[in-house]
């Protein structure tokens, strides 16, 4: 135990059912019960220890299942599963009743995402009903909350910057989030977005730890790095992004060319800009910026020309210019924008495609050389 006051820390006092040598076995896995029992693995068992009593006890865990030498630790007691504790093994996750030692399987790991020392490292409970899982290496797993039927696999190839993840928790407005080596992330299960707050952008610190997170009794966060704490309001901060011109986060238009001479533009961003083109004009080049400076991944941008409501071309592209070398005469707009996995904030995959999704769009527009405009096939 420590002592803020006196700045010292001892072993806990035991008057029943063991001895302080108790508490020198090395457990990451240590959890504090709302009726004040600790509950802990120790180096011959698994431990509940009374802080009003000071008494230890052996909890009667089925040992055909649980094994110490395999298990990561107790990860909290879950107000949901009628104040059942989660724990942590090399196998899966487990929830455990601390009075008739019972069990129940809530994630057996499949062989692909099985390994030495690494298990569930943090859980959290949304406002949708999924069960969050921070698996290191995997990335986030989602089950359903009550039958624990796996809903999502989200990690770096689809929704993540990182698949090594720490510290799952719920803000006052029920968003989640948590860290990783690539910095802090909050993900709105609302919307399926999640936004990510970058070192040497946002953030000045790094790199997170795993087992280094609170939420405080104010409602703050705090997540531990290699570099100290970083203590936050995620309110305060939201209304912080919101009151940020949405010009940081605009997409670019840089340039308009054709193959057969120089058009006139200004040096601006071109979106809402127009241009009057003529029938002996080809091979046309758009090109655009995502604005991003912080360097993370490759930027991918979903573009789309529309002709009227008809869609002319749609697509996804790395490079940050689009060519067209034949289009019918006509009006038409252009739009681009990244894609929901790029780099700034990114959008859960099969709830709205990127067509779909709630992200600004960038328009560009040209037209004709006249009202009748003829737009003449090369």
Known sequence: MFDPGTQETTRPKVSTGGTEEAFDAYSAGTTLGRDGTLYFVGNEGFVAYDTKLKSLRIL??????????????????????????FLATEGGLWLINPTTSEHELVYRFPESQRGRNRSISSWVVDDTGVLWLAYNSVGLVGLDVDTFEPLYNLNDSNL??????YGLQKDDTGNIWFSSHKGLHKYDPATGQIKNYIYGRELSVSEFNQGASLKLNDGRLAYGSTSGAVVFSASQLEDIETSRSIVSKQTAITEVAVDNRELAQPLMNLNGHHFDLGHEDF???IKFSSLAMSGIGKVKYYYKLLKGQRIVTEGLTEDAKITFANIEPGDYVFSVSPTPGSFD???????????????????HRWRTVSMQAFWWRS
Do not use: A, W
């Open 60 to 85: 009667d865990l089925d040992p055909r299942v649980f094994d110490i030498n395999f298990t990561h630790g107790f990860l909290g007691e879950s107000e949901y599963h009628e104040g059942r504790l």
């Open 160 to 165: 993540l910057l990182s698949n090594t993840i």
């Open 283 to 285: 091979g046309l080049t």
């Open 345 to 363: 904030f990114t959008v859960l995959p099969k709830q709205k495609s990127p067509f779909q999704c709630p992200m600004r769009r960038f328009v």
